[in-house]
């Protein structure tokens, strides 16, 4: 029997205010935030249920402020016992009352430094992950760096009270890839509705090539049946804007016209590679020329019984596989 899908979306109402200092006190100035290796905050994914805190920060020109936080899969000796899913939609916005400071730049690390997501002014974006089925916990810490570059000639045009940007996080999780959902600002009190198909692409870190010169990486494209009708003899078509697929394995290479590229099942005439049945996953890899930090645009999975149909797409970037 198929487990209940549960999804727990945090409204981290992380309202970190970053106020402009006035021209006298163009100086750090950080209030209780946490520092070094300890993480201001820790967001679990175990149930239902809701989060929220924030932090204030005064920031002025050529300053830069770090801080992190955990998400988890566990709460002492509570795992979780599927898969697990997590999209964090980072908002960042005028405050309340004030107009933004538009030189502000936010970006989201990893531990190692690779940059997940970035933004100058005000703006959305959004980094996902998961949590693959284990029986010990599992953890994954992000760096938020908010740095005011300096340019002297402008610095002043932001000055005093009545500048200040908000960055708020909003936090979902669900047993399938993550895809969508509430990116407005609140909890609809709406579980995300779930695709008849859904896609996880992967990427590996990339390599420089030493006959071209060129970077190359590996990437892996797993397909999962989640409607009530095998897709026999499955298709599936994806666009990469700038980068090229050179080959895959465990599939056909198809046509391409524009980016767009037609992958076949490997027509092994075994039907447990060449269709998917419901609730199975069928998965291909293969070699592209590029960095591999891209999703891949206007997925289609279709079959020869069934018509291409759109999916839920999931993408995660500098995996180890």
Do not use: C
């Amino acid at each position: 029997m198929k487990k209940p899908i549960f999804v727990l979306t945090l409204i981290l109402l992380m309202a970190t205010s970053l106020v402009s200092g006035t021209l006298s006190m163009y100086t750090t100035t950080i209030d209780n935030l946490a520092s070094g290796s300890v993480a201001a905050k820790e967001f679990i994914f175990t149930g239902s249920g809701t989060d929220s805190f924030s932090q204030g920060v005064k920031i002025a020109p050529s300053e830069t402020v770090n801080w992190q936080f955990d998400v988890k899969n566990y709460d002492g000796a509570v795992v979780t016992e599927t898969d697990l899913y997590y999209k964090l939609t980072f908002h960042v916005s005028a405050a309340q009352g004030k107009s933004a400071i538009e030189p502000l730049v936010v970006t989201v690390k990893d531990t190692s430094g690779k940059v997940l997501g970035s933004i100058t002014g005000t703006g959305d974006f959004d980094v996902t992950g998961s949590f693959p089925l284990m029986e010990t916990g599992q953890e994954k810490t992000f760096v938020v760096q908010l740095a005011w570059p300096a340019d002297g000639s402008h610095d002043i045009d932001y000055a005093g009270g009545g500048y200040g940007t908000a960055l708020r996080i909003d936090a979902a999780a669900s047993q399938l890839p993550y895809s969508g959902g509430n990116t407005g600002g609140g909890d609809t009190g709406e579980e995300p509705q779930a695709q008849d198909v859904a896609v996880k692409y992967e990427t590996n870190v990339a390599w420089t090539n030493g006959q071209s010169g060129n970077y190359q990486y590996n990437f892996r494209v797993t397909i999962t049946n989640n409607s009530d009708e095998p897709i026999e003899n499955w298709f599936m078509t994806y666009k990469l804007p700038t980068e090229r697929i050179v080959q895959v394995w465990n599939a056909k290479l198809g046509s391409e016209s524009g980016g767009t590229y037609t992958i076949n099942n490997p027509a092994y005439n075994n039907p447990s590679t060449d269709s998917i049945e419901p609730g199975q996953s069928v998965t291909f890899g293969g070699n592209a020329r590029g960095m591999g930090t891209e999703a891949i645009e206007n997925v289609t999975v279709g079959g020869s019984n069934v018509s291409a149909t759109n999916v839920s797409l999931s993408s995660e970037f500098g995996n180890s596989f």
